[in-house]
């Protein structure tokens, strides 16, 4: 069986990670709630901003796993008898998922005044050039 796409290329070895989070990506559509910023404030650091007005810190959640960002919303349930003449502010939970590339690092979520801002870092890798002897036979 053959890789469909770019990454199909005989000269793209192990990249089989990479074509799932672009089929990802491609499949997820974007979702507008809440709103978010994505700023890189100094060099080598990232800030990921989320509008959660309303949303106490017990009810949100930030988790890493598998290189694979997901920040959550859980809105508790409101008490009954309430009458609305007009709801215009979301009462509904989120979830937000981000695909971090190697070398990103989660260093840490403050949550001020109805802001949570995730703060990334990037750490530089160094590189080496290594010889490969040849063996014979």
Known sequence: MSRPGFLASP?????DEMARL???????SPDAYPP??????????LRITLAVAGFAPEHLSVSLC???LTIKGERPQSPDGRVFLHKGIAARGFMRSFAL???????????RNGLLQVELTRVSQTYEIRQIPITIG
């Open 11 to 15: 000269f793209f070895l192990g990249f």
């Open 22 to 28: 672009l089929e990802r990506a491609a499949k997820n």
């Open 36 to 45: 978010l910023n994505i700023e890189e404030p100094a060099e080598n650091i």
């Open 66 to 68: 598998d290189r694979e």
């Open 101 to 111: 590339a190697q070398g990103l690092e989660v260093h840490g979520a403050t949550l």
